[in-house]
């Protein structure tokens, strides 16, 4: 990629490596939590012609669900090379990222981030996040009323601060000016001190798009994957996310207007709560019982999965075949987190029923570092086993697709790593 498509952009800013470090962090929470975004509209959508759709448009349905989940997929991959990137450099992998709703100035470029069901404000929003470098994207109706932001930039600091920026094009492109400029500095060898045999790869994963980071040039490789095929990409291109979420604007438009009563979703809630211990009032506060069950399981097994991911990214030796049980147990785990979001939009949001559905809602309170090694494996077992037989008592109430048999594998794939 020619980086002098962003000559109009300072990168002057990032000196060493901790202002490296800070803009990768940044970078790796923003792709999770972009990812967490698409992932919630996935789960909401309908699975069949008795939730008051025809056949016709649970096609399109279901060709829309594809595209998304195929962009979520791209998303955990920019995700796990990001960590790559911070990895390589010295620094420890990042699975954290702020709860939903992220309002606009927690990440730049006048972002903002909630966990909304499918509609027509959705997609365009999803649009407006990987909008093209050279393109006018107006954002999501729902998501119009901004409210302005600041970030102070500092540059008579030595300490490292944030920076702002029009895309994530733009903050990718200052990560590869600022790598070129401390390469040039300190030597390659230096700058990448990183131990490449702890990243998320191939030999880990089934996945050929993800590869080891050692020197400058698999550095840019990575970062003109992550720009070509999603957010900030330079020019138009048919298989970007920008053309997808584009194809199902067009499509769903075609729809509506040969039905207009046509929803291709469950009236999922939109930003979800389990616990609100400030404000218990909040109109999405989760409070029908089974569906509080499957929300705070659902939450539960996605922690689990970023705690596997962490472990496969661990710092130190590790056996190769460890380290792809673990990150099996990871894709596994995507697996039951996807029953369990599926379930909760099917359940009511609110104990005395009603229109409104759940939905899963991510809250973490923080999934943790790296674990000590020695153990890892067997608390990694234990909470699968647990969550396994917490899941198989919700079997007689709702259709988990195996939940509970899948987790029980898992713990015993992991206990056998002991």
Not at 34 to 42: A, F, G
Request: aromatic content about 8%; hydrophobic content about 40%; some cysteine.
């Amino acid at each position: 990629m020619d980086f002098k498509e962003f000559s109009d952009f300072s990168v002057d800013f990032i000196r060493d490596r901790d202002e490296l470090f800070l803009l990768l962090n940044e970078a790796a929470e923003f792709e999770h939590t972009v990812m967490c975004s698409y992932l919630y509209t996935l789960m909401t959508l309908k699975r069949s012609v008795d939730e008051g759709v025809t056949a016709e448009e649970l096609v399109a349905i279901n060709r829309w669900r594809q595209y998304i989940r195929n962009v979520a997929f791209d998303e955990m991959v920019h995700f796990c090379l990001v960590n790559n990137l911070i990895t390589a450099l010295g620094g420890a992998p990042n699975f954290n990222r702020p709860d939903f709703p992220v309002p606009v100035g927690r990440f730049p470029a006048d972002y903002e981030f909630t966990l909304a069901p499918f509609c027509e404000s959705t997609i365009q929003h999803f649009m407006y996040i990987e909008r093209p470098l050279d393109s006018d994207v107006k954002d999501g109706a729902s998501y119009s009323n901004k409210r302005n932001y600041y970030r102070e930039i500092r540059t008579d600091l030595y300490s490292p601060t944030r920076s702002d920026y029009p895309t994530q094009g733009h903050l990718y492109h200052s990560i590869a000016f600022g790598l070129r400029r401390l390469a040039a500095d300190h030597g390659e060898s230096k700058l990448f001190a990183g131990a490449g045999d702890s990243q998320l790869t191939s030999d880990v994963f089934a996945i050929p798009e993800l590869f080891a980071i050692t020197n400058l040039a698999s550095a840019e490789r990575a970062i003109e994957k992550i720009v070509i095929e999603g957010e900030g990409a330079p020019s138009h291109s048919s298989t970007s996310h920008f053309a997808s979420f584009s194809k199902i604007s067009a499509e769903l438009a075609v729809l509506k207007a040969a039905r207009p009563n046509f929803e291709p979703a469950r009236r999922a809630a939109t930003n979800p709560r389990l616990l609100d211990p400030i404000r218990r009032q909040r109109t999405t506060h989760v409070t029908h019982p089974l569906a509080m069950r499957v929300v705070d399981l659902g939450n539960c097994i996605y922690v689990l999965m970023l705690r596997c991911l962490a472990q496969v990214a661990a710092p130190y030796s590790v056996p190769q075949s460890e380290r792809a049980s673990l990150g099996d147990a990871a894709v596994q785990l995507m697996y039951v987190f996807a029953s369990m979001g599926d379930a909760a939009t099917r359940l009511p949001l609110k104990s005395g029923g009603g229109a409104q559905r759940a939905g899963l809602t991510l809250e973490t309170d923080g999934p943790g570092g790296v674990m000590v090694q020695r153990c890892a494996t067997q608390l990694l077992s234990e909470r699968a086993l647990q969550l396994a037989q917490a899941v198989r008592q919700l079997d007689s109430k709702l259709a988990l697709h195996g939940a509970a048999d899948q987790l029980d594998s898992i713990g015993q794939m992991l206990a056998r790593l002991s």
